[in-house]
Nanobody
Framework: DVQLQASGGGLVQAGGSLRLSCSIS????????LAWFRRAPGKEREGVSC????????VYADSVKGRFTISRDNAKNTVYLQMNSLKPEDTAVYYC????????????????????WGQGTLVTVSS
């Protein structure tokens, strides 16, 4: 079976940093797109970032570009989201997700229908 477990959320002041982790079992990270999504209260789910299989190309939402960095450690079966310069509007439950790698990076890859999801971890940014 495939399992994703997100962790690392917490309470942080605006301007601070957090690193989220997603531990993955049951799939090879080389063959999957790995992504972070978030859902703020009363808002739709938003794609934040993803990293592709193969060479590991990345895509970021405009709202986090320059502040967040996604990475993966294939040997540890873990994907990370380093979040810097956090803003109150970043407050949300963050979810990790995976879908089969289509073979090439595409700008719309965050809109794909992801097959596997973690349970989410709450990030709260205070002002």
């Amino acid at each position: 079976d495939v399992q994703l477990q997100a962790s690392g959320g917490g309470l942080v002041q605006a301007g601070g940093s957090l690193r989220l982790s997603c531990s993955i079992s049951g799939i090879s990270l080389d063959y999957y797109t790995l992504a972070w999504f978030r859902r703020a209260p009363g808002k739709e789910r938003e794609g934040v970032s993803c990293i592709g299989g193969g060479a590991g190309g990345t895509v970021y939402a405009d709202s986090v570009k320059g502040r967040f960095t996604i990475s993966r450690d294939n040997a540890k079966n873990t994907v990370y989201l380093q979040m810097n310069s956090l803003k109150p509007e970043d407050t949300a439950v963050y979810y990790c997700a995976a879908v089969l790698w289509p073979g090439r990076m595409r700008p719309d890859i965050l809109s794909f229908d992801y097959d596997y999801w973690g349970q989410g971890t709450l990030v709260t940014v205070s002002s």
